[in-house]
């Protein structure tokens, strides 16, 4: 039995995901900064629900305690982000960056940092970084490409640092795959439904990634089509 946990799993592509995952017989952890509403999206996926604020040391610490006695984990999926004011680059503050570097970037190796002893106990240990074309540089300045002509500060840089941190975590922890992927852009409230994949194709990658086992790939960047570049 597999155990899995995706932090900001109540709504959009960590909704999904679970929905997915409980159907392919994970033992799922609904990851909510709102308890009330991880109990209700876990009764209503037949999933397990556990207090997580990706910005709060206790509450990830409490949340590592609570899913090790209840046995472990093997899958971890670093879903929560936000999108940050969307400014001009002229008019977007150093606070701006940082707001969004707290969820994105600090608020994975927050949890990395709490969850890794109990990844390394797991005998096929996975973590799937949820992270954006727009993280990467190649992509971003591709003329080619959709996300080349979207100009911000804080998001882009914030997926960009996770996907570094996605390759040096591989590095570090080799006993362990531990990937990013980029689900495209995806119909749900962090684009207020702009996103033109429905989050059921968005989420195929998250749920792909998720199920690789002990034998799949490390330290790569993957959509739903394969391997991206950086
Ligand atoms: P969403 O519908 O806005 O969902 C985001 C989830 O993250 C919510 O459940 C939210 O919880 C949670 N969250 C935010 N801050 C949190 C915190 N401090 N602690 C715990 N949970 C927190 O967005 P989505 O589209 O599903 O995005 C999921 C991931 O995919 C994000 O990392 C995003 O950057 C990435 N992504 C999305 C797209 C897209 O087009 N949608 C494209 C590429 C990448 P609350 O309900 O409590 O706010």
Redesign the pocket.
Known sequence: MTTTLI????????HETARRLVAAGHTVWI????PE?GRAVAAGLGARHVA????DDDSVAAAAATVAAAGGLDVLVN????AGARRPVSETSPEDVRHVFE??VF?VVRVLQAFLPLLERSPAPVVVN???GMGSLAITTDPERLESGIVGLAYPSS?AALNMLTTQYAKAYPALRINAV?????S????GHR?WKPVEQ?AEVIVRMASIGAGGPTGAYVDEDGPIPW
């Open positions: 932090t900001g799993a109540t709504r959009g592509l960590g990851g909510a900064r709102d509403r997580l604020d990706v910005l879903n929560a982000g936000i969820t994105n608020g949820v992270s954006s997926k980029d689900p495209g852009y995806t749900t409230e962090f684009n996103g968005g």
